[in-house]
């Protein structure tokens, strides 16, 4: 489930409806928004299956006039560490002019018949500011197939800071609908800022 929105009662709102651990993950949020305006928002709810269990994980995302934040909270079963069931709650404030890229990826059916406007099945939206790269490497090799020679490595660096998947069969066709409006707020609310990185 997808919320999206643009003020500060409904982000409230929006967590609130999520269902989630709403006091726990509204506090965080307030927190870190602090007294800024809300521009935009998007809160996520997803289910995975670990195993035997069943986990649920939100992600809040915010945008103010300066900043992005992103709030995770997770579900833990109790362990070794707790007796008892546990939640974790991050938030990270990201200043607009460090973000490096806003990644959008649209995975389109029948794209042969597509028309303008037509919603995507699925989108992925991956937002880099350098705190976590992916780098994947490979051996090298040069043209010639009997060589045996090192040549090292080849490979590249990704920013994968955070990859959120949404999609229309798992998430409703208003949680796509909601993702494209909050990935199109950042890009703009990123285009538009002249900070240097």
Not at 80 to 98: D, F, N
Request: aromatic residues 6%.
């Amino acid at each position: 489930m997808a919320k999206t929105g643009t003020t500060t009662q409904g982000l409230r709102a929006a967590i609130e409806r999520s269902g989630y651990y709403p006091t726990l993950v509204g506090e965080a949020v307030q927190a870190a928004v602090g007294g800024e305006p809300v521009v935009s928002y998007l809160v996520h709810q997803e289910t995975t299956f670990d195993a035997n269990e069943v986990r649920r994980h939100v992600t809040v995302l915010v945008l103010t006039g300066t900043r992005f934040i992103v709030s995770h909270t997770d579900e833990q079963a109790a362990d070794a560490t707790s007796p008892s069931p546990y939640a974790t709650t991050s938030t990270e404030s990201v200043k607009l002019g460090r973000i490096s890229s806003v990644v959008l990826s649209r995975v389109v059916a029948n794209p042969e018949s597509y028309t303008p406007g037509q919603l995507p099945r699925e989108v992925v939206l991956t937002i880099g500011w350098g705190a976590v790269a992916r780098l994947d490497l490979e051996p090298a090799a040069c043209g010639d197939p009997n060589c045996e020679a090192d040549h090292g490595y080849t490979g590249s660096s990704t920013a994968d800071d955070l990859s959120l998947r949404v999609s229309e069969a798992g998430d409703g066709p208003d949680s796509v609908r909601e993702t494209l409006a909050f990935a199109q707020a950042l890009s703009e609310a990123t285009a538009a800022t002249t900070t240097p990185r």
